[in-house]
């Protein structure tokens, strides 16, 4: 075989579709078919009609736009940009789009225009046409829901918060008390110790990132402090439930979990009840929906167990330690928690809480992690709520393909290869240690037998 050299590229100046040899993505293609059959383009376009004029050069079909959304949560794109990279050079991606191979997929600049220009309700109303897709899969249930919440690094850098009241940057305060100690001329080991000195130096009362004002100074679970969000996800945990999400809703991060709980449950009241009311989809889910919640310590307290007994939801929430409490005048909560208190400790609610890892924490690994939402590139709390719930339901139907069509996602087939090649490597490595240690053995056997007398040396054990 004679040595290839690389020229010039020359593109030929006329190809045929069918020389392009366009496959689709096995996984999209039949996402496309369940899609189509749900009439989903045809309700996208009712459904955002309204936002478009009757008139000049036709915009991005919504359909197009939220598969757009949705390839940022199976492809693990964090950005609108680099959807767009990532469309526009993949031709089995632009059929999944239903964009001409001879045509660019849709700019950033146009996904988020579009973005902006649909609101944050119609993107829920898309959120439950999902939920209908997969109810109708017989993959809701929706009596057992787990209600859980995570933090979303936001796109503000702490160094560029600034005093609500006077507008001051973080150094000019810090500056201006430093003056006013008596230090004309402050250095950065100077403010560095006055800082060190204050309490309470980051507080949300006091301070905001100007280009993010919703963001909110928050501790992480890594131990660092960033301007964060919060997410709280209420996942389908019944028995026979596969970790559907049912609502998502997106707060302010400095809130305390008790505090956002009742908004989600009207969220995920308001879901089930438009299941509930479309008679396709209706006897799918259960009639006794949102009767038990599962929940775990940060939600627990007298006021939150008392208001899911006013609203007949049976508790299942950890209850973390805090020792002796007093009850005076207070035989409503007291019930409340020493009732919730029996049921955690029975065998429905240790299995219940032992499956929140299994199907409501990992909901956060899939959104967030491999979804790359985790460090967001949006801000103001609308734009990403409405990232966040087409992520969601990108979530979703990865479980309804895994589970009904026995399709797992594209990027988890490399994963589940990487897997399965560790798992053949752990098993090889631990048979070659086992094989080294019996050799170590038989080595150490052989020189004792060396070192033993000639009298005893006929005494020994062979082998």
Known sequence: MALGKRKTLQQPLFV?????????????????????????????????????????????????????????YFEGIDSERGIDWRTNDSNSL???????????????????????????????EVFKYVLKILA????????????????????????SIVRRDTGEGYQEFLTKLAKESGIETPTREDLAKIDKKRKNKASNDDWENPHDPDAKITKMKDGTTHL???????????????????????????????????????????????????????????????????????????????????????????EPKRGRQTWDDQHDAQSAVYANRRRIKGERGKRLLRGRGEKLERTFAHCYETGAMRHLYLRKRENIAKRVLIHAAGCNIGIMMRVSYGLRKPRSHSAAAFAAFSALFSLLMAWLEAFRTILTRREQDSTLLTDLPDHRRSLAPHG
């Open 94 to 124: 632009k059929l999944f789009l239903g964009v001409p191979c001879n045509k660019p997929a849709p700019d950033h600049s146009t996904l988020s225009r579009t973005r902006r220009l649909i609101d944050l309700e119609t993107h829920g």
């Open 228 to 318: 964060a969000h919060k997410s709280e996800h209420a996942v389908d945990m019944g028995e026979n439930a596969h970790g559907v999400i049912l609502a998502v809703n997106l707060c302010d991060a400095a809130v305390g979990d008790p505090a956002t709980l009742a908004d989600t449950l009207v969220m995920i009241t308001e879901n089930l009840v438009a299941l509930k009311d479309d008679e396709r989809v209706a006897d799918k889910v259960s009639n006794a929906f949102m009767d038990e919640a599962v929940l775990d310590k940060g939600y627990h307290s007298k006021q939150t167990l008392l208001d899911l007994d006013e609203m007949n939801v049976r508790s299942y929430a950890s």
């Open 136 to 159: 109708n899969h017989d993959l809701i249930d929706g009596k057992t829901v787990g209600v859980d919440s995570t933090t979303l690094e936001a796109n503000a850098a702490m160094r």
């Open 16 to 72: 045929s579709t069918a020389e392009l040899n366009i496959r689709p993505h096995p996984f999209y293609e039949a996402v496309n078919k369940v899609l189509a059959s749900h009439h989903f383009d045809v309700f996208a376009e009712d459904l955002c009609a309204k936002f478009y004029a009757d008139e000049g050069r036709p915009g991005i079909p919504p359909g197009v736009y939220f598969r757009c959304l949705l390839l940022g």
